[in-house]
């Protein structure tokens, strides 16, 4: 394999991060920069390198000896965040978060929030079809994580609109690259999470029902979990957690609404629903900049990149690498290697999400086909770096029996 200098490809600038987009068009542009270079260079946010391979991202996100998250976890790099576990810690001290973590994901647990998320899919999507014409992205996309995340994490639904409104504006303040904003609003959220903890100190809940007294109950070398990360870890679970699904779900929309034919089916074959989902995971991944940074200097994919050179993880762009997936850009239902796809990451840090993820996606599905057909009445409106995906979709619900 031929090793680029590191004078060859640094001062090369591949993309333009910040291009207005159509729903298509990153697609398009990664996948003609892969083709050339699947690790891509730009010189936005100070210059960064862009993982846009499938086995060279893999590489970069299972190697923890070589590439760390406590540097930078997203390009482009907000220097005043705190630490915030588990994104931003490595192993071994990631490991007590996330052993707290994932235990509220488990199959059991996924079983009881279902009815819940059921109701909040009906609640949300009934009004919306009684109503026809809607920006699903706006009216549901963007509401729905919301008021899972309110069950999820025993907050009033208040409190989980106002933490979607504060993250929202922070994303869209991010992606502007509006630090003053973004700095306050971070505050903000700190805020949230504090208040969040100090109900929780006034004895509400069980360790058993409640993820942060799960967290202020945790034990490290036989100790409480550090006051400062059990505040930056609830920080860090109320951002993620609704971020992803409120650009995702509007890419379902516009796909099935692209794809009658698929529409139908799916209406007629329910079943079929978890792996059109999959599917939908694969080709229309919302992360394309959260980062890694080289430990020291080293080489992916044939190209050199030295130490504290930051690394975006375009998981938008890896799930289409047509040396992983044949034909990636078309959707195949129970398409044969479909379980290698990587939206929800690998290793240490893959989302302990996921499972919620994918039943918010299912249910939606469910519901939606189930009562109307529906179809784009617009070009839909796309978020920016970080993220990929839609912010508008305008949509015609027509109910079925109508
Ligand atoms: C469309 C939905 C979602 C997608 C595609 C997604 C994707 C991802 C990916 C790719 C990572 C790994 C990031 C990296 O390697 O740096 C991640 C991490 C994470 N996700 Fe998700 N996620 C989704 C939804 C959720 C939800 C609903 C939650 C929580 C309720 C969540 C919580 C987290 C957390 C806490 C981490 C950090 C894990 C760690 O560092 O150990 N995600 N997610």
Redesign the pocket.
């Known amino acids: 394999m031929q090793i680029h200098t590191k004078d060859a490809r640094r001062s090369a600038h591949d993309f333009d991060a910040q291009l207005p987009e159509g729903f298509d068009d990153a697609h398009r542009r990664f996948a003609r920069l892969r083709a050339e270079n699947p690790v891509a260079r730009s010189q936005d946010f100070g210059g960064f390198w862009a993982m846009l391979g499938y086995e060279e991202l893999t590489e970069v ?1 299972t190697d923890i000896d070589r590439f760390t ?1 406590n540097k930078q ?1 997203a390009i482009p790099k907000f220097a005043f965040t705190g630490v915030r576990p ?2 931003h810690l490595d192993p071994p001290q ?1 490991t007590s978060y ?1 052993r707290v ?1 994932n235990h509220f994901f488990t199959p059991p647990k996924m079983r009881a929030l279902e009815p819940v998320v059921r109701r909040c899919v009906v609640e949300l999507l009934e009004p919306l079809i009684a109503e026809g014409t809607v920006d699903v992205a706006r009216a549901y996309a963007q509401k729905l994580p919301a008021h899972v ?1 309110a069950e ?1 994490f025993n907050l009033s639904v208040d409190t989980s609109l106002d933490i979607k409104a504060v993250s929202g504006t922070y994303v869209d303040a991010i992606q502007v690259l509006d630090h003053d904003t973004v700095k306050g609003l971070s505050k903000r959220l700190y805020e949230i999470a504090q208040a969040i903890i100090d109900e929780r100190k006034a004895g509400s809940f069980s360790a058993e029902e409640d993820l942060t007294q799960a967290l202020l109950e945790a034990e490290d070398d036989g100790g409480p979990l550090p006051d400062a990360m059990v505040l930056g870890c609830v920080r ?2 109320i951002v ?2 609704m971020v ?2 409120s650009v ?1 779900i509007g890419n379902m929309f516009v796909h099935l609404s692209r794809d009658p034919e698929l529409q139908e089916h799916l209406r007629e074959h329910p079943e079929d629903i978890p792996a059109a989902v999959e599917e939908f ?1 694969r080709l229309y ?3 394309r900049g ?1 980062a890694r940074t080289a430990r020291r200097d080293t080489v992916v994919g044939g190209q050199q990149i030295l130490a504290d050179d930051p690394i975006a ?1 375009v ?1 938008t762009a890896a799930n289409r690498d047509p040396r992983v997936f044949d034909d990636p850009d078309s959707f195949r239902l129970n398409r044969e290697n479909i379980s290698r796809h990587i ?3 690998r290793g ?7 499972p ?2 994918r039943m918010m996606f299912r249910i939606t599905l469910e519901e939606a086909l189930s009562r109307s057909r529906f179809d784009l009445t617009g070009d839909p409106g796309m978020a920016k770096w970080a993220e990929w995906g839609t912010n508008h979709v305008p949509l015609e619900f027509i109910a079925m029996g109508a």
């Open positions: 996100i998250t976890n588990p994104l990631h996330r973590i995340f999820f860090q679970l993620t957690g992803a699904p995702f995971l991944n919302p992360y959260m993880l998981y939206s929800f990451g240490t840090h893959s989302c302990p999400g996921a919620l993820a």
